[in-house]
T-cell receptor
């Protein structure tokens, strides 16, 4: 597609439920990133995929968070047993190659845990 | 690990005023520097970027930024802001050996008529 597509755009879930957030990157972009944007917190790095390399999971805040990228394209971020502090906008971005091109961001998924 | 500081959290300017948003990073090696903008209700967009060469970088919509290596800074400037520049601005850095961008906490710019 023309841009990075994320779904759903909004998700309200009850505390303790699992959620899946989807990201469809720009075709041909080998690098894919997940960030979390909380009010007043800026953008917090979560996880990074580059081609067939092992993902950089160093930003995942707990083992309730996981992500996968199938076939080098679509990625799913899963949050298990959601907590209220997980409420945030989850942003996905992709790039041709990580280093020098900057990212193209999606519009994000606003997750609200009630 | 690198970090990015944006000291101005909220800036209010009148139209036609000049803008300078501060960005400092901490990393001793080679860096790539970026400014992103997020207009209300829209996704993050790249404003400008610096890799090497001329430390004065020009971006879209009349924005520019200057890389001062000795000060570890990459401040964003615009000579005359418009109401449509109202947005949140994020500075970001990555290094020559790491791909992921580290972002500052952002500066919210409000331009009044």
């Amino acid at each position: 597609g023309a841009g990075v597509s994320q779904s759903p755009s909004n998700k309200v879930t009850e505390k303790g439920k699992d959620v899946e957030l989807r990201c469809d990157p720009i075709s041909g972009h080998t690098a894919l990133y997940w960030y979390r944007q909380s009010l007043g917190q800026g953008l917090e790095f979560l996880i990074y995929f580059q081609g067939n390399s092992a993902p950089d999971k160093s930003g995942l805040p707990s083992d309730r968070f996981s992500a996968e990228r199938t076939g080098g394209s679509v990625s799913t971020l899963t949050i298990q047993r959601t907590q209220q502090e997980d409420s945030a906008v989850y942003l996905c971005a992709s790039s041709l190659s990580g280093d020098r091109y900057g990212y193209t961001f999606g519009s994000g998924t606003r997750l609200t845990v009630v | 690990a690198q970090s990015v500081s944006q000291h101005n959290h909220h800036v209010i300017l009148s139209e036609a005023a000049s803008l300078e948003l501060g960005c400092n990073y901490s990393y001793g090696g080679t860096v790539n520097l970026f400014w992103y903008v997020q207009y209300p209700g829209q996704h993050l967009q790249l404003l400008l970027k610096y890799f090497s060469g001329d430390p004065l970088v020009k971006g879209i919509k009349g924005f520019e930024a200057e890389f001062i290596k000795s000060k570890f800074s990459f401040n964003l400037r615009k000579p005359s802001v418009q109401w449509s520049d109202t947005a949140e601005y994020f500075c970001a850095v990555n290094t020559g050996t790491a791909s992921k961008l580290t972002f500052g906490t952002g500066t919210r710019l409000q331009v009044t008529l």
